[in-house]
Every structure is written in structure tokens, then in C-alpha cells.
T-cell receptor, first 113, second 109 residues
Framework: DAGITQSPRHKVTETGTPVTLRCHQTENHRYMYWYRQDPGHGLRLIHY???????DKGEVSDGYSVSRSKTEDFLLTLESATSSQTSVYFCAARGAGESDTQYFGPGTRLTVL | GQNIDQPTEMTATEGAIVQINCTYQ??????LFWYQQHAGEAPTFLSY????GLEEKGRFSSFLSRSKGYSYLLLKELQMKDSASYLC??????????FGKGTKLSVIP
């Protein structure tokens, strides 16, 4: 797991509720990522960070925001959860080299009712 | 942008060899990764190719042809525990990995 943890691991919430998912890494990786994984779509990038306070949008960023105030923590926030955001969310981290392996956290299963 | 294609599902017999293909069309290319993902778990790294040719790592090998936009993952001496999804991913110049939708491999006795 390369020292990547996610919390919570499971969450059930209601439509319109704000939700924050946390990713924590212990290897001082520069880059961190949030993906969602849905049947038929594979892994899709939501947002990523290339340093503290440096973030950018990915392929499916609408409805999500992120923050990275420390190297080790990357937060994903759903400001007002919708049923279409029911998914499995994976955090990932990697070093700065092109060949550096990207490691994944264990995932968070989010259900929005 | 990136477009990555791989077969949706494959079935192979225990002890056999299976080849999982991946084709890609990219606006930038800095390498190709293969990941294994068991059901309900996170993806785990298998291999990385940036130069043309074959990289061998135990029972698993990965091949890359940059001119053809083509890679394959070769699994030898299949075991039941190899039943999983295999994800092909391309890294571009902005250090973003774009993933294919994955190939679900079922190994049967």
C-alpha cells in the first residue's frame, strides 16, 4: 500500500449533504490524485495535486473540490452530494520521476441515497 | 487527450498462457503502466515500459511498441489467483495517468 490510507473506508450519506474524504500518505510523494471507479468507466481522474496548495482539475471534476495544505494530506470534498457521485474513490500518490510507480490507497466506498 | 483500448473480458485455463492487449492514442507519451486489481481491492503495480521491447518479471512480461501505440501483458503458468482485472495506463507529460477500462481475466480449472 506504500503508506497510503483513506478515511472513511465506507460512507452512506444523503443527497445534498457535504462529504469530505481524506487521503494520507507517509512517503513524502509529490503528486497525489483522486480517482473514481465505476462499472463500465474504469478509473477516472477527478483532481490531482503537484505540490502543497497546487491542484488541478481532472477529467470528471464537476461537483468536487480538493485541498492540500500539507504534503501528506489530500482532501476531496463533495459540496452537495448527488446520487451520481455514488462510487468507489481511490487516492493515489507518486514521486516526481516519469517512471515512478503510482501507488493507490485502499479506496472509499461512498453511497449517496 | 488519451484514448486507451483493451478487451473487456478474457477467460483462460489454469497453467496456460494469456496475452492481454492494449492500444493507445495519445497527445503525449512518457510511459505505459500495467496494474492488477482484484475485486474489491485497490490496483497494484505490475510493470512499466517506456522503451520498445519486452520487460520480463517472473511469470509476467510486458511489451511495448511506441510506433504502433501497442502494448501487451503476458501471463504465463496461469494460477487461479491471477483472476483479476488488468489495467493499462499511459502517463503523459503532465504526470497524469490515463487508464483504460480494464480487462477482467477469469482463470478456470
Amino acid at each position: 500500500d506504500a503508506g497510503i490510507t483513506q478515511s472513511p473506508r465506507h460512507k452512506v450519506t444523503e443527497t445534498g449533504t457535504p462529504v469530505t474524504l481524506r487521503c494520507h500518505q507517509t512517503e513524502n510523494h509529490r503528486y497525489m490524485y483522486w480517482y473514481r471507479q465505476d462499472p463500465g468507466h474504469g478509473l477516472r481522474l477527478i483532481h490531482y495535486s503537484y505540490g502543497v496548495k497546487d491542484t488541478d482539475k481532472g477529467e470528471v471534476s464537476d461537483g468536487y473540490s480538493v485541498s492540500r495544505s500539507k504534503t501528506e494530506d489530500f482532501l476531496l470534498t463533495l459540496e452537495s452530494a448527488t446520487s451520481s457521485q455514488t462510487s468507489v474513490y481511490f487516492c493515489a500518490a507518486r514521486g516526481a520521476g516519469e517512471s515512478d510507480t503510482q501507488y493507490f490507497g485502499p479506496g472509499t466506498r461512498l453511497t449517496v441515497l | 487527450g488519451q484514448n486507451i483500448d483493451q478487451p473487456t473480458e478474457m477467460t483462460a485455463t489454469e497453467g496456460a498462457i494469456v496475452q492481454i492487449n492494449c492500444t493507445y492514442q495519445t497527445s503525449g507519451f512518457n510511459g505505459l503502466f500495467w496494474y492488477q486489481q482484484h475485486a474489491g481491492e485497490a490496483p497494484t503495480f505490475l510493470s512499466y515500459n517506456v522503451l520498445d521491447g519486452l520487460e520480463e518479471k517472473g511469470r509476467f512480461s510486458s511489451f511495448l511498441s511506441r510506433s504502433k501505440g501497442y502494448s501487451y501483458l503476458l501471463l504465463k503458468e496461469l494460477q487461479m489467483k491471477d483472476s483479476a482485472s488488468y489495467l493499462c495506463a499511459v502517463i503523459d507529460g503532465s504526470y497524469q495517468l490515463t487508464f483504460g477500462k480494464g480487462t477482467k481475466l477469469s482463470v478456470i480449472p
